[in-house]
């Protein structure tokens, strides 16, 4: 019964984005280095974003890959991960940063979203979740909980 629950919970959130507004293209983050960015430099390329945080073991774990996936120059997307500082009990941004920088991820793009507009935006409910972006920024899919490689490469095309 849980199993049967779970899939019509995911079938029913694998679209299902805010109301009303579906592009990112205006939203501001800030970077790894404290910088003010955008997401207007992916424009004209379709985008993988995993949603994570520190917390999240599953998320942890998925790190590595996501690492390797982001040097893969044939894959034909972007990849970047974002990060909700002080949403869903991820720590603060300057808290955040210093953890991040102790890790051995060096091809990763973390993007804070202090905000949490991606969260409202996606509806996004729990670590880690996929977002999908066409290449005017506009949200074409959420997908929650962990996809490997190919299934983002699947997912992505």
């Given at each position: 019964?849980?199993?049967?629950?779970?899939l019509?919970?995911?079938?029913?959130?694998?679209n299902?984005v805010?109301?009303?507004?579906?592009?990112?293209?205006d939203i501001?983050f800030?970077?790894?280095?404290?910088?003010?960015v955008?997401?207007?430099?992916y424009?004209?390329?379709?985008?993988?974003?995993?949603m994570?945080?520190s917390?999240?073991?599953?998320?942890?774990?998925?790190l590595?890959e996501?690492?390797e996936?982001s040097?893969?120059s044939n894959?034909?997307?972007?990849?970047?991960?974002i990060v909700s500082?002080d949403q869903?009990?991820?720590?603060?941004?300057?808290?955040?940063?210093?953890?991040?920088?102790?890790l051995?991820y060096?091809?990763i793009?973390v993007l804070?979203?202090?905000?949490?507009?991606?969260l409202?935006r996606?509806?996004?409910?729990g670590?880690?979740?996929s977002?999908?972006?066409?290449s005017?920024?506009?949200?074409?899919?959420?997908?929650?909980?962990?996809?490997?490689?190919?299934?983002?490469?699947?997912?992505?095309?």
């Amino acid at each position: 019964m849980k199993k049967i629950f779970g899939l019509i919970l995911m079938l029913l959130s694998f679209n299902a984005v805010a109301e009303g507004d579906k592009s990112l293209q205006d939203i501001q983050f800030k970077d790894i280095n404290n910088n003010v960015v955008t997401l207007e430099k992916y424009k004209g390329k379709n985008i993988y974003i995993k949603m994570w945080a520190s917390w999240c073991p599953i998320c942890l774990a998925g790190l590595a890959e996501i690492d390797e996936l982001s040097t893969d120059s044939n894959k034909g997307f972007e990849v970047i991960t974002i990060v909700s500082p002080d949403q869903k009990g991820e720590k603060s941004s300057e808290k955040f940063i210093e953890w991040y920088k102790g890790l051995e991820y060096k091809n990763i793009v973390v993007l804070l979203d202090e905000k949490g507009e991606v969260l409202k935006r996606t509806n996004v409910r729990g670590y880690p979740s996929s977002v999908f972006l066409n290449s005017e920024l506009n949200i074409k899919k959420v997908v929650p909980g962990h996809l490997n490689s190919e299934q983002i490469k699947e997912m992505s095309k």
